[in-house]
């Protein structure tokens, strides 16, 4: 497990490609390097069940099942990568069946500002319509302003009859803190 990273800026990236089951723990590792920042903009329980739940989209089968994992890095290193959902009901945050989703961006804190958070957003939108789904949905919160801007800038619009507040789910908040901790939904179509 690296815990700093040279990188360079290159034209020479990896594609967007899918996870090989044998990086799963190295993609796991750098979903909790990249929302690590995050521990104290969130509620101690809720940041806590966000790692674990994050942890979880890479060792647990069922999550797994239903979506696609694609990374993009440099010579071997996994540097970035984003959760596909064909169909984002299967996702769990009550998203219309139909919809296509995206989840668990993340890019390494080494490796950020090279574009590679767009590559990987991009690539999932690609997917959803090679699916031929037309409208794609994620959720954001307001402590990953970064993540927002870039939606934005690729066509997102707000959906608020699909925003939630975490502190209301079970999954991420299992002591029933009362810190709201609102997740805004966007879609793009």
């Known amino acids: 497990m690296a815990t700093s990273l040279r990188v360079r800026p290159s034209n020479a990236w990896?594609?967007?490609?899918?996870?090989?089951p044998a990086e799963f723990d190295d993609v796991a590792d750098l979903l909790l390097r990249a929302n690590r920042q995050y521990q104290d903009a969130l509620p101690t329980s809720i940041h806590r069940a966000y790692m674990n739940n994050l942890r979880a989209l890479m060792s647990d089968p069922v999550m797994l099942d239903r979506c696609e994992i694609m990374v993009v890095g440099q010579s071997g290193a996994v540097l970035g990568c984003i959760a596909f959902y064909p169909d984002a009901g299967l996702e769990g945050f009550n998203w219309p069946k139909g919809w296509a989703g995206m989840r668990a961006l993340a890019v390494d804190p080494a490796a950020r500002g090279l574009g590679l958070g767009r590559r990987l957003a991009e690539a999932a939108i690609g997917r959803a319509r090679a699916f031929g789904t037309s409208i794609v949905c994620l959720h954001n919160a307001t402590f990953q302003a970064p993540a927002r801007k870039l939606y934005l800038d690729l066509g997102f619009v707000r959906c608020p009859q699909y925003d939630f507040d975490a502190?209301?789910?079970?999954?991420?908040?299992?002591?029933?803190?009362?810190?709201?901790v609102e997740a805004f939904a966007l879609r793009l179509t």
């Open 14 to 20: 990896d594609m967007v490609r899918y996870a090989e």
């Open 167 to 180: 502190a209301d789910v079970p999954a991420f908040s299992p002591d029933g803190g009362r810190q709201p």
